[in-house]
């Protein structure tokens, strides 16, 4: 059992910063794929970032947000530059475990999901 805890979420204005985190319990952090997601009111959750066997980004995010991990602290990051007003979500941190069928933009590859981190953008 995975226990995912997301922390960093608030309120900033358009073309600001956030850094999200996400902690992990237990003592095979490295053994998973990790990855974040977000749903904003009224849309289903869609993918953001993931890092397991490489680094996966969307579309939407591609050169302004950065995934990034530290085992030692198991810790996944994501580090959000240039916000824009429609990256106001909730941010979900994900584990699955890095098996042959893991593929990190795929909801179904995560195992356990935290409780969700607010962003708000304003414009």
């Known amino acids: 059992q995975v226990q995912l805890v997301e922390s960093g979420g608030g309120l900033v204005q358009a073309g600001g910063s956030l850094r999200l985190s996400c902690l992990a319990s237990g003592r095979t952090f490295s053994s998973y794929g990790m990855g974040w997601f977000r749903q904003a009111p009224g849309k289903e959750r869609e993918f953001v970032a993931a890092i397991g066997w490489s680094t996966y980004y969307a579309d939407s995010v591609q050169g302004r947000f950065t995934i990034s991990r530290d085992n030692a602290k198991n810790t996944v990051y994501l580090q959000m530059n240039s916000l824009k007003p429609e990256d106001t979500a909730v941010y979900y941190c994900?584990?699955?475990?890095?098996?042959?069928?893991?593929?990190?933009?795929?909801?179904?590859?995560?195992?356990?999901w935290g409780q969700g981190t607010q962003v708000t953008v304003s414009s």
């Open positions: 994900a584990a699955g475990r890095l098996r042959s069928s893991y593929y990190g933009t795929r909801d179904t590859s995560y195992d356990y």
